[in-house]
């Protein structure tokens, strides 16, 4: 399993998102840990998803294998003033079963001044409650903007919606983070159930032997950490099995042109 890493830390190239797991517990709880056993020990989740549900079912999975994965939540805009992220990590530590994240992120910017809320972020960092801290959803601006109020090398990572459909942050956010040493992670890698049919992918899919969803994370995985739901042991192995396949110049070509960047006005948020 080949890695990459947030704030100086080691973490699998291919992770784990967490935000439907809310559904089918027994089964999701199997999903987790097949997938920490594979090498998947990045592990993402949010108090968004499911009201803290999904939370609640991480740290049910995760019993006994703390010690194994770096673990990932984000505190919601409208809860990240000074004393409303300490108590949303607070509650999220609770529901995780755990006495401290390896990484924390604003979910997306919101009302309360970023000032406030990196200030708090810091002091959880000095209370142990948290390891590094990030953000998501913020464009090249807004990541300029963080890394100025955070100062050089406090922002771990930014986490961004990427897929083959949808490379708008390879023009100016993914540059913008490089420039900061800020890491990229990928969320929804096949579209968020729009991945697309191409005789391109199935034509490289075939000669790996592999599926065309390992092809896409593959390529995505050039860029950035990639993070893809996982909902079945099944679709956890079939994922981590992408960290390993190595595509050929000819073939990044080829999928570069089938899916050509596109500009945006707007980043995407799903």
């Not at 108090?47 to 703390?66: F, H, I, N, Q, T």
């Not at 990590?89 to 924390?104: F, G, I, Q, V, W």
Request: glycine share 8%; hydrophobic share 45%.
């Amino acid at each position: 399993m080949r890695t990459r890493t947030i704030g100086g830390e080691s973490v699998a190239l291919v992770g784990q998102g967490t935000w439907q797991m809310e559904h089918g517990r027994a089964r999701a709880v199997d999903a987790l840990r097949a997938g920490v056993d594979a090498g998947m020990t990045h592990i993402d989740t949010a108090e968004m998803y499911g009201g803290g549900a999904v939370e609640a079912l991480v740290g049910e999975a995760l019993e006994g294998l703390r010690d194994r994965v770096f673990l990932a939540s984000k505190v919601l805009p409208q809860n990240a003033s000074a004393r409303g992220t300490a108590r949303a990590c607070e509650a999220s530590l609770r529901r995780l079963r755990t006495d401290r994240l390896d990484l924390y992120m604003l979910h997306w910017p919101g009302p309360h001044p970023l000032e406030q809320t990196v200030a708090a972020l810091e002091r959880l960092v000095e209370q142990g409650k948290i390891r590094h801290f990030g953000v998501s959803n913020f464009d090249e601006n807004e990541i300029e903007e963080a890394a100025r109020i955070a100062g050089p090398g406090r922002v771990a990572c930014n986490q961004l919606c990427y897929h083959l459909a949808e490379r708008h942050i390879e023009q100016a956010v993914i540059p913008a983070c490089e420039r900061h040493g800020i890491a990229v992670v990928g969320y929804s890698p096949f579209g968020s159930g729009r991945f697309p049919r191409s005789r391109v992918l199935d034509d490289i899919a075939a000669r790996h032997d592999a599926t065309t969803r390992q092809v896409a994370l593959a390529f995505l995985a050039r860029r950035a950490l990639v993070i893809p739901k996982a909902a079945s042991r099944a679709h956890v192995l079939e994922n981590a099995a992408a960290a390993d396949l190595a595509l050929a110049p000819e073939e990044v070509a080829a999928i570069d042109e089938a899916f050509p960047l596109r500009p945006r006005t707007q980043l995407p948020i799903i």
